[in-house]
């Protein structure tokens, strides 16, 4: 019971930690995203008062820490009546606030693309919808893209924080590790090098890609 | 006096140049004409040594200018140069601009190095500049005020490296003038240009830039007027 | 829904709040300051030539982003133990958060010396500047500017991270006061919605008091 060696089991007990990081990571980039688009192209092409109002509600989720609107949401959800597990709460949450940066990301892309390259593109006869998917969108992804992957790997590291409402996530489960084993520095380590070799070659790609598209 | 002697200068496996021997005496105006890549800024470079080189001496009133024991902060208060692309610091007003080495270089009280400033200032005609930050001139008076920050050093040389290519056509005299002027004052010039005109009028020797060596050089009247070498004829034909 | 809301303990408490609030300010200056010296290190060891201290900075800057910001406090507070090393929590939070922040900030400060063109430099030294007076007057002004957007936001971010302090059981920072009294009474949405705000004003009149000085600074 008190083995303070830390053993295989408590490894494949971190990976499994990992498993919900990374699903944890989906959801919030799946919701983020999808959440996101819409915004950003509705904050992208209705300018005026509505896209500044947006604006302003999103920003509000850039401006307060993150593990408080945890902390909140996880506190709301009763009181709204909802049943709903601190792994849900935790995925509509980390959506939420990948979506506000999110939103940005494609409305600075999507206005990124020239007005006389979608104005050649209209005169040559394209509808509004071919211009969007053929010139809009081609461009803005590629504009958006390395932001977009700094903001999947952000959202995945800010994962670790809803250990705090008791998913047991990579961070959470190291933790748990380390109290049985009292070897910190060793499980950190691996906790550490796991979030490493899932973030460091995402993020080198992302460099790589936006290295390859500035030389164009 | 300039003395340049059998200058050598690679980058990688490109010599650029290729044995280079010249001499700019006291108040003497050298212009250098020469293809594009010839080697023009290099040896510009090189004669304050901004570039180090592979071989040879470059001499400037009797000091060895990359010998090792140059203080070569020291030497190159003595010697301006006037880029092709605008270097305004673009951090600082116009004056503090033409201040600012009198200043932390030369050890100048603030009074002075102002006084120094303005008065280089009228001298290129940007008298009503002084508080202007670059970004607010056009490149002719950009060029104007980084001569005058080159002359607030009190120069006993200066080099200009085509400072006129990179203007508008129409702000090209103004530039031009500004340094007739200061030939006229006895200013020792070194000028690499494609100004022809200029050339002819201006200096007291033309030296024709090829391939890294100087190929002909003398008084304008033969290099330009009547080039003894067919490289030379080729070239003033091809910028006429 | 028969939750009935219950805001004036929490108004109450509004003094020691306000004082975690400075707690919070103090810790994220702190450690953006410590991480701008350590981010300028950083950046010029990774362009200097001594090839140890390329190295060491690269891993200090791939680590610090590439793992989470409370896997490194958690590494401060649990980790350095291992060591003799033992951070009391305030101590661990503002660490970690340095530690963060010059690995990102490197980065912002190698991009700002790429953007400044090389002519500028030799335009100083062609004045007779020796290489670091050409460096401290004519580099860093310009590199301060462009660099000035990015670290203050850098700060912000640092203010969202000392709740972070939470995790490490700092109770004197703004979510470190909130819990105290939120686990005395149970109101916890209320306690942390007022907290939420006072962040929320604090982000922003940090922006806000960016821009002016900007304003001030900045005159080209
Ligand atoms: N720092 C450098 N590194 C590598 N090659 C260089 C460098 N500076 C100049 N060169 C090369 O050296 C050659 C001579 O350059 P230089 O600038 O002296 O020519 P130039 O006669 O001034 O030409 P231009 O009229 O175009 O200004 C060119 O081929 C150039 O590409
Ligand atoms: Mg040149």
Redesign the interface.
């Known amino acids: 019971m008190f083995n303070a060696s830390v053993s295989f089991h408590d490894v494949l007990f971190m990976l499994r930690g990992a498993g919900v990081t990374l699903l944890l990571t989906f959801w919030a980039v799946v919701g983020g995203t999808t959440l996101g688009v819409l915004f950003g192209l509705l904050r992208a092409s209705a300018p005026g008062w509505p896209s500044f109002a947006l604006g302003a509600v999103l920003d509000v989720f850039r401006s307060v820490p993150l593990l408080i609107q945890i902390i909140l949401v996880n506190a709301f959800a009763p009181i709204l009546g909802f049943d709903v597990s601190a792994f849900t709460i935790a995925c509509i949450v980390l959506a939420v606030y990948g979506a506000a940066y999110c939103t940005e990301i494609v409305r600075a892309s999507v206005l990124a693309v020239p007005q006389p390259t979608r104005r050649a593109a209209r005169s040559l006869g394209l509808t509004w919808a071919d211009d969007l998917t053929a010139i809009v969108f081609p461009i803005a992804l590629r504009v958006g893209l390395p932001g977009w992957i700094g903001l999947a790997l952000g959202l995945m590291k800010d994962s670790a924080l809803v250990l705090w409402i008791g998913v047991i996530e990579l961070l959470r489960s190291s933790q748990i590790v380390v109290t049985r084993t009292q070897q910190p520095l060793l499980v950190l380590g691996i906790a550490g090098a796991i979030y490493f070799l899932i973030s460091f070659p995402i993020a080198r790609a992302g460099a790589w890609f936006e290295r390859r598209w500035q030389d164009q | 006096m300039i003395e340049i002697e059998d200058v050598h200068k690679s980058f990688g496996a490109l010599e650029v140049l290729k044995g280079v021997s010249m001499t700019v005496a006291r108040g003497e105006v050298v212009s250098v004409i020469g293809g594009s890549g010839s080697g023009k800024s290099t040896l510009l470079m090189c004669i304050n040594g901004l570039e180090p080189i592979d071989a040879g001496r470059v001499v400037v009133d009797g000091v060895d200018v990359h010998a090792r024991a140059t203080d070569i902060n020291r030497l190159r208060r003595r010697i301006g140069i006037v880029f092709q692309q605008w270097n305004a610091f673009p951090h600082l007003t116009v004056l503090e601009n033409v201040m600012l080495a009198p200043r932390k270089v030369l050890g100048k009280s603030r009074a002075e190095a102002e006084a120094i400033a303005t008065d280089r200032l009228s001298h290129v005609g940007l008298k009503d500049k002084l508080v202007a930050y670059p970004s607010r001139l056009s490149g002719g008076q950009q060029q104007r005020m980084a001569i005058a920050r080159a002359l607030a050093m009190s120069p006993d040389y200066m080099l200009f490296d085509e400072v006129t290519s990179a203007l508008d056509p129409q702000l090209v005299g103004e530039v031009l003038d500004t340094m007739r002027m200061l030939s006229s004052e006895g200013m020792t010039m070194v000028v690499v240009t494609h100004e022809m005109r200029f050339a002819r009028d201006v200096s007291d020797r033309v030296a024709f830039f090829h391939r890294g060596r100087i190929h002909e050089i003398g008084p304008p009247e033969q290099v330009i007027g009547n080039p003894q070498r067919p490289e030379t004829a080729d070239f003033l034909k091809s910028v006429r | 829904?028969n939750?009935s809301f219950h805001w004036r303990p929490v108004f109450q408490v509004m003094p020691e709040m306000l004082a975690g609030c400075l707690v919070t300010v103090e810790i994220a200056a702190l450690s953006t300051v410590i991480g701008v010296a350590i981010g300028v290190a950083l950046a010029l060891g990774r362009t200097g030539g001594n090839r140890a201290a390329a190295a060491f900075a690269l891993a200090w800057i791939?680590?610090g982003?590439?793992?989470?910001?409370?896997?490194q406090i958690?590494?401060v507070y649990?980790?350095l133990?291992?060591f003799g090393l033992h951070l009391n929590s305030y101590a661990a939070l503002t660490a970690g958060i340095a530690f963060n922040n010059a690995s990102y900030l490197a980065e912002t400060f190698r991009g700002g010396l790429r953007a400044i063109?090389s002519?500028?430099t030799?335009?100083?030294?062609?004045?007779?500047?020796?290489a670091p007076?050409a460096f401290r007057?004519?580099m860093l002004?310009?590199l301060f500017?462009i660099v000035y957007y990015p670290m203050v936001n850098q700060m912000?971010l640092s203010?969202?991270?000392?709740?972070?302090g939470?995790?490490v059981g700092l109770d004197t920072d703004l979510?470190g006061v909130t819990q105290h009294f939120n686990v005395l009474t149970y109101r916890?949405?209320e306690y942390?919605?007022v907290?939420?705000a006072l962040?929320?004003l604090i982000?922003?009149a940090m922006m806000l008091t960016s821009r002016v000085v900007a304003w001030r600074l900045?005159?080209?």
Request: charged content about 10%; aromatic content about 18%.
């Open positions: 829904m939750y791939e680590f982003r590439n793992t989470p910001g409370l896997f958690y590494l649990f980790g133990g291992s063109p002519t500028q030799r335009a100083a030294r062609s004045l007779g500047m020796s007076l007057l004519i002004p310009q500017r912000i203010v969202l991270m000392t709740a972070l939470l995790t979510a916890t949405f942390f919605s907290a939420a962040y929320y982000a922003k900045f005159r080209y």
